[in-house]
């Protein structure tokens, strides 16, 4: 349930525009309201749609009419000012039903108008805020990736983190799946798929990337040209800065589209944005978008490698023209951070079952922990397309797109800081490819954990560094654990799984 703002009559309203501004506390937070009234009245919206993200990672959403918005705008207790009532206990992970009134908190920075809605509409992305203490809400993951912010300026190591993800998807045809009782199951098509190379398509005209081969081929192998294209000038008109797209590895349909370097919180709003606009033209062409980590047996999965820096104002402090690979001790310190705590990092960047399913060898998944120079086998990989000193960063391979980037950058942020703070030493680069390694060599080389149940133990266990600052607070990862266990990892415990009847049936 939602609940608006009480009106006043006019006089009332007038008489508080002072206070009001003074409650909204910058003149630039006046203006960004202020803006948003301009767009919505210039372009006609009627429907203001409000934004936030639950605790897994999903957007959730209800919309308001924009007449009754626009005429409080000046009113002390608007929802510019004084937000939106929600019901808590109804968005996963958030609060119990003795404690469900939530607030959410318009951020008009980030006022854009949805391309996916037919009716003109705003969309804006929220803040959540608790309605007693009016305190930013714990469990907000959008405010835990801001407090990473605000704690890197605080340690003065930095001034600014930038991101850079790569989120792989695939863009399938058909899917079915369902789970009873008795039965259990799914199915997933592509028109793209090896497996259909002997379908009676009326005709067939058998241009299907084979396995592991769907890696950069022109129409009318890549049939999904056009459709990448749209969404990457969709993107671009809400303001998220798309530079490539191109087919990926696996058949059946992989893409990948790269968004432009940005800082962390805003960065994770792009990402989200890119979900939004993905799943949508794909369902605008009749097909449906999965950011599934591994929904297609014996080929590649989706990843989501994390290019990721950190600057001083506008000195890029990972660059070292004499540093292996360009790079400078700070960077090598935050590597050791993120290998040192790579299993607790799992918990939150690749944070399903089915991640794991993705992060085993053979598949071009990064599994190793350690480093190196252009070697997709290691779980940190410094790019070398460029000596250029603003183009110097790491890249970490091993989350996966069905992280909450909010939540997930900030725990690498995290991560990174404690191996500055700490000055961890990642170790010597390895320059080999790691699955061809002799097995005595191979078996000194740690790895990421096997599955969603070892890194959420790992999280337990290694989660001070997340606590630092108060960034992450310990009812986030309680809860972030209670959450994985009941939800998902028991669920799959517990239910028979299909190829235990071929293993099984005839025992």
Not at 30 to 52: M, P, R, S, T, Y
Not at 319 to 333: E, I, P, R, T, V
């Amino acid at each position: 349930m939602t609940t608006l703002v009480t009106r006043t009559d006019p006089a009332t309203r007038r008489a508080a525009v002072a206070k009001a501004t003074s409650r909204q506390g910058t003149d630039g937070a006046v203006k960004a309201v202020q803006g948003v009234v301009e767009l919505i009245k210039k372009n006609n919206i009627q429907i203001i749609d409000l934004k936030f993200n639950d605790l897994p990672g999903l957007w959730q959403h209800f919309s308001i009419p924009t007449a009754e918005a626009i005429e409080d705008v000046d009113h002390p207790h608007s929802i510019w000012n004084d937000g939106i009532g929600f019901d808590g206990s109804s968005i996963r992970g958030f609060q119990k039903i003795q404690e469900s009134d939530m607030i959410l908190k318009l951020d008009p920075t980030s006022a854009v108008i949805d391309p996916v809605c037919q009716i003109p509409t705003v969309s804006i992305i929220c803040d959540i805020f608790d309605p007693v203490t009016h305190d930013p809400y714990s469990r907000d993951p959008r405010y835990i990736a801001k407090k990473a912010e605000q704690y890197l300026i605080k340690s003065k190591i930095a001034t600014a983190s930038y991101w850079g993800p790569e989120a792989e998807f695939f863009l399938l045809n058909d899917v079915r799946f369902d789970q009873t009782e008795n039965s259990g199951y799914y199915f997933i098509d592509s028109n793209e798929g090896d497996w259909n190379t002997g379908r009676d398509e009326k005709p067939n005209l058998g241009y299907k990337p084979r396995y592991k081969e769907g890696y950069f081929p022109v129409p009318p192998h890549d049939t999904l040209q056009d459709i990448r294209s749209e969404i990457m000038l969709t993107l671009r008109k809400v303001g998220v800065p798309v530079e490539v797209h191109h087919h990926e590895v696996a058949t059946g349909g992989q893409c990948e589209i790269d968004i432009r370097y940005g800082t962390l919180t805003k960065m994770g709003d792009n990402l989200l944005w890119y979900k939004y606009i993905i799943k949508n033209t794909a369902k605008k062409y009749n097909m449906t978008a999965t950011f599934m980590p591994k929904p297609i047996f014996k080929d590649n999965g989706s990843g989501m490698h994390v290019h990721q820096s950190l600057w001083n104002d506008g000195k890029n402090l990972f660059f070292d023209k004499n540093g292996y690979a360009l790079l400078s001790d700070m960077a090598k310190w935050y590597i050791g951070g993120l290998l040192k705590h790579a299993h607790a990092l799992m918990a939150f960047c690749a944070p399903t079952t089915n991640s794991y399913k993705r992060l085993v060898p053979g598949y071009e998944a990064p599994v190793n922990l350690v480093y190196s120079q252009r070697n997709r086998s290691a779980a940190v990989r410094i790019p070398m397309y460029s000596k250029s000193e603003k183009s110097k960063r790491i890249e970490f391979r091993p989350p996966d797109p069905s992280a909450n980037p909010y939540l997930a950058f900030a725990a690498m942020l995290m991560a990174g800081l404690d191996g500055i703070n700490n000055k961890i030493d990642p170790g010597q680069p390895i320059e080999k490819n790691i699955y061809e390694l002799p097995e005595n060599e191979a078996k000194k080389i740690k790895t990421v954990p096997r599955s969603l149940e070892e890194s959420l133990d790992a999280l337990d266990k290694d989660r001070q560094f997340l606590l630092e600052g108060g960034v992450f607070t310990p009812d986030v990862i309680d809860v972030w654990i209670e959450y994985k266990h009941q939800v998902e990892i028991d669920a799959m415990r517990l239910r028979p799984h299909p190829h235990e009847f071929y293993l099984y049936f005839d025992v």
